[in-house]
T-cell receptor, first 111, second 112 residues
Framework: LAKTTQPVSMDSYEGQEVNITCSHN???????ITWYQQFPSQGPRFIIQ???TKVTNEVASLFIPADRKSSTLSLPRVSLSDTAVYYC????????????FGAGTRLFVKA | EAGVAQSPRYKIIEKRQSVAFWCNPI?????LYWYQQILGQGPKLLIQ????????DSQLPKDRFSAERLKGVDSTLKIQPAKLEDSAVYLC??????????FGPGTRLTVL
């Protein structure tokens, strides 16, 4: 399974765009990239997934370069409620997708 | 669509006692995961089921932890006997064969 590396923490202000980059140098051909958000005392919440190029949904965008060795989660115009831990996961389908959670990135959004 | 259900939400036991957690995944989701999350860390996969078969239990401490998924739907995770270091949140997640996993609220276990 491909391991991921993310910044331990990031600070931002309300209304700014936040980009969190994840490194996954040994990603395999059939691996997908998924991102999760976790608030205190809650289970992680799926945000977005992608395989290559760019994916956008109502919450975030995911940018994946051609070599797929990294990915960037982009959160547009963050608010205080976006303060959470964000996890980047990489995994492939071997009887259900197998993934490893790292320590995640703690995002602090300030007023 | 109902989410992943877990019970109980909180449990306090003394060391060497036994405890069991229950999970009901999203209807139709073939893959079920149990994670252990210690405060300040990311979730650690304990066991992964595909229907009622085990896909990965390499990180399950099999001398004290056991899990089953009868009929490929609900699942239970048991700890017997519990140790102080088992204090954590136990998360259940399910997926429909896609990368996205959907998590339940978790069970917070405190071992005294």
């Amino acid at each position: 399974l491909a391991k991921t590396t993310q910044p331990v923490s990031m600070d931002s202000y309300e209304g700014q765009e936040v980009n969190i980059t994840c490194s996954h140098n040994n990603i395999a051909t059939n691996d997908y990239i998924t991102w999760y958000q976790q608030f205190p005392s809650q289970g992680p919440r799926f945000i977005i997934q992608g395989y290559k190029t760019k994916v956008t949904n109502e919450v975030a965008s995911l940018f994946i370069p051609a070599d797929r060795k990294s990915s960037t989660l982009s959160l547009p115009r963050v608010s205080l409620s976006d303060t959470a831990v964000y996890y980047c996961l990489v995994g492939g389908n071997t009887g259900g997708f197998k993934t490893i959670f790292g320590a995640g990135t703690r995002l602090f959004v300030k007023a | 669509e109902a989410g992943v259900a877990q019970s109980p939400r909180y449990k306090i036991i003394e060391k060497r006692q036994s405890v069991a957690f229950w999970c009901n995944p999203i209807s139709g989701h073939a893959t079920l995961y149990w994670y252990q999350q210690i405060l300040g860390q990311g979730p650690k996969l304990l066991i992964q089921f595909q229907n009622n078969g085990v896909v990965d239990d390499s990180q399950l401490p099999k001398d004290r932890f056991s899990a089953e998924r009868l009929k490929g739907v609900d699942s239970t995770l048991k700890i017997q006997p519990a140790k102080l270091e088992d204090s954590a949140v136990y998360l259940c997640a399910s997926s429909l064969g896609a990368p996205a996993q959907y998590f339940g609220p978790g069970t917070r276990l405190t071992v005294l």
